[in-house]
């Protein structure tokens, strides 16, 4: 008998080994390495490794606006899943993402539900949830295909974070501009934040580590916050290049501090896409200095009491 094959156990070391194997089949035809097509990994993965439960269809359908995506098993066949997105949403990096989402159920999470899982818009936004475990560890799956760290590093090391870079990440990965923004602020140690708005009020928030850890965010999801007069998002100004933005004065993101706001403008101006640069340093005794080793307890208390943002 031949020696079994040991797969991965984590979404990010199965985003690794298949990123190692795209590369080597990608090496050998000459082809580039992204966007990552995640269609054809699906399927001819999937047929190579799982022959007894193979992904055989993967479809666009139009939904709910409520749904991403599905991954559902072939109810006349047993053993063979399909992956569905919601084709009603025009963004293609959106589907993109939502495509390497669902992959990474297959991937990890089939078998503990047989019947099938289906994905929100906010299931997308899970990166850390205690609560809900599973949609975080896809999304870490699908982040870590479809912008692979090493790669990432090069594409911004050097580099201020900037709406500029957020686009071209977006168009290189074939990700929306809110996943590379996600992404970066996942590994960035600048204080930074990304504010979503609608109709002129935060429909949610995401804080980098070290500014969350500097006592700098919102809880959207749990309070109902207007989003400040006084910034791009609301202004609209089309003197304005919102794409490289404006310093704002104390006052207007922070009480205590002046930040940076670059804005992307969606659906027809009803969401608003900020992204926000803090000072380096906050303007008081951070929690780095006053806490020392308990560091990782205080971030951990966030995330549990629910302020971390999502």
């Given at each position: 008998?031949?020696?079994?094959?040991?797969?991965?156990?984590?979404?990010?070391?199965?985003?690794?080994?298949?990123?190692?194997?795209?590369?080597?089949?990608?090496?050998?035809?000459?082809?580039?390495?992204?966007p990552v097509d995640?269609?054809?990994?699906?399927?001819?993965?999937?047929?190579?490794?799982?022959?007894?439960?193979?992904?055989?269809?993967?479809?666009?359908?139009?939904?709910?606006?409520?749904?991403?995506?599905?991954?559902?098993?072939?109810?006349?066949?047993?053993?063979?899943?399909?992956?569905f997105y919601n084709?009603?949403?025009?963004?293609?990096?959106?589907?993109?993402?939502?495509?390497?989402?669902?992959?990474?159920?297959?991937?990890?999470?089939?078998?503990?539900?047989?019947?099938?899982?289906?994905?929100?818009?906010?299931?997308?936004?899970?990166?850390?949830?205690?609560?809900?475990?599973?949609?975080?560890?896809?999304?870490?799956?699908?982040?870590?295909?479809?912008?692979?760290?090493?790669?990432?590093r090069t594409q911004?090391?050097?580099?201020?974070?900037?709406?500029?870079?957020?686009?071209?990440?977006?168009?290189?990965?074939?990700?929306?501009?809110?996943?590379?923004?996600?992404?970066?602020?996942?590994?960035?140690?600048?204080?930074?934040?990304?504010?979503?708005?609608?109709?002129?009020?935060?429909?949610?928030?995401?804080?980098?580590?070290?500014?969350?850890?500097?006592?700098?965010?919102?809880?959207?999801?749990?309070?109902?916050?207007?989003?400040?007069?006084?910034?791009?998002?609301?202004?609209?100004?089309?003197?304005?290049?919102?794409?490289?933005?404006?310093?704002?004065?104390?006052?207007?993101?922070?009480?205590?501090?002046?930040?940076?706001?670059?804005?992307?403008?969606?659906?027809?101006?009803?969401?608003?896409?900020?992204?926000?640069?803090?000072?380096?340093?906050?303007?008081?005794?951070?929690?780095?200095?006053?806490?020392?080793?308990?560091?990782?307890?205080?971030?951990?208390?966030?995330?549990?009491?629910?302020?971390?943002?999502?």
């Amino acid at each position: 008998m031949g020696k079994e094959i040991k797969l991965p156990a984590t979404p990010q070391r199965w985003a690794i080994h298949l990123s190692n194997v795209l590369k080597a089949f990608q090496a050998v035809h000459g082809l580039d390495h992204f966007p990552v097509d995640v269609a054809s990994i699906a399927r001819e993965y999937s047929k190579q490794v799982f022959p007894d439960e193979p992904i055989t269809l993967v479809q666009g359908e139009a939904m709910s606006k409520n749904f991403e995506g599905m991954l559902l098993p072939n109810p006349k066949k047993k053993g063979e899943w399909g992956i569905f997105y919601n084709n009603a949403i025009s963004s293609k990096g959106r589907q993109n993402y939502t495509l390497g989402h669902e992959l990474g159920h297959y991937l990890l999470h089939r078998h503990q539900a047989p019947e099938g899982i289906q994905c929100s818009g906010r299931d997308m936004l899970d990166w850390k949830s205690e609560y809900a475990q599973k949609e975080a560890q896809a999304n870490t799956f699908s982040s870590f295909l479809l912008m692979p760290l090493d790669d990432f590093r090069t594409q911004v090391n050097g580099h201020k974070g900037s709406m500029e870079m957020m686009q071209h990440l977006s168009d290189r990965y074939g990700v929306s501009v809110t996943a590379a923004i996600l992404k970066w602020l996942d590994m960035t140690d600048q204080r930074a934040m990304i504010v979503v708005g609608k109709e002129g009020f935060i429909d949610w928030a995401w804080s980098s580590e070290r500014l969350l850890k500097s006592g700098v965010f919102y809880r959207a999801r749990q309070e109902t916050i207007k989003m400040p007069t006084q910034s791009l998002a609301v202004r609209q100004d089309m003197m304005i290049d919102n794409l490289k933005g404006v310093l704002h004065p104390k006052g207007v993101w922070n009480a205590n501090e002046e930040v940076q706001e670059m804005t992307i403008f969606a659906d027809q101006h009803e969401m608003t896409i900020s992204l926000l640069l803090y000072p380096k340093d906050p303007p008081f005794k951070s929690y780095e200095e006053d806490e020392g080793d308990s560091l990782e307890d205080t971030y951990q208390r966030f995330i549990k009491t629910g302020q971390k943002p999502y």
